[in-house]
């Protein structure tokens, strides 16, 4: 069993607070985002599908991904908003993929999650995964630690220039800013930024 199916089985889930990321719906708010334009995104990492189904209640249709079987039971479980879904699977791995087309990722504790060695990869699998001109949102947990605070992850802490150095291949930053809502205790850690697939 991986280590994250196991954290969703005994209920370890502090991440999980129980509704969207904060700077998601203040993402949205605004109207007319690349994530409204989108025909389908992509939330890798969805957990239990709070942002999955933010998307889906501002009429975007959305598919959440997640590697722990038991993740997805529970987004599975919870009222549909419209036509979101949920798939288990490794978003290294291709066999999710096949028959499915994304033009956005919104992405959310999902990179501050896996090894930073997998970093590499995760932008390598986002850029398989957009087409050229889709568009990569997302929330970057960039200062989980406080200074002093005993600093092993997950989450993983990376900087704005690591992040865009890692995406420069594959994707254009367009847009970025420090948003102003956050879960209690995140304020100013996280970094949204919206990479266009060149
Ligand atoms: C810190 S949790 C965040 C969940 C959700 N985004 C939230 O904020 O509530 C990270 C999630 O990523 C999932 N995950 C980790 N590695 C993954 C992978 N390689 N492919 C898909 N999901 C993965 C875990 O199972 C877990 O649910």
């Not at 904060?22 to 990492?45: F, I, N, Q």
């Not at 990376?158 to 367009?174: C, G, K, M, Q, Y």
Request: hydrophobic content about 35%.
């Amino acid at each position: 069993m991986n280590r994250w199916e196991e954290l969703w089985q005994t209920g370890e889930t502090p991440w999980d607070k129980g509704y969207a990321a904060p700077p998601l719906s203040e993402y949205l708010k605004r109207g007319d985002t690349v994530l409204h334009r989108a025909k389908r995104v992509l939330v890798p990492g969805c957990g239990s599908g709070h942002d999955v189904r933010e998307l889906q209640r501002h009429g975007i249709g959305t598919t959440g991904l997640d590697l722990s079987e038991t993740a997805v039971v529970q987004a599975r479980a919870q009222t549909a908003v419209g036509d979101e879904d949920y798939l288990c699977g490794d978003l290294f791995a291709e066999g999710w993929r096949k028959g499915r087309s994304f033009d956005a990722v919104w992405e959310h504790t999902c990179f501050c999650a896996i090894d930073p060695e997998l970093r590499p990869a995760y932008a390598r699998a986002m850029s398989e995964i957009l087409p050229p001109g889709g568009w990569l949102s997302g929330a970057f947990y960039l200062t989980p630690w406080d200074p002093g605070e005993d600093s092993t992850g997950p989450p993983f802490e990376a900087s704005r220039e690591e992040i865009i150095d890692l995406f420069e291949p594959w994707f254009v930053l367009r847009e970025d800013w420090v948003p102003s809502k956050a879960y209690p205790g995140r304020e100013g850690k996280e970094w949204l930024a919206v990479f266009e697939r060149k």
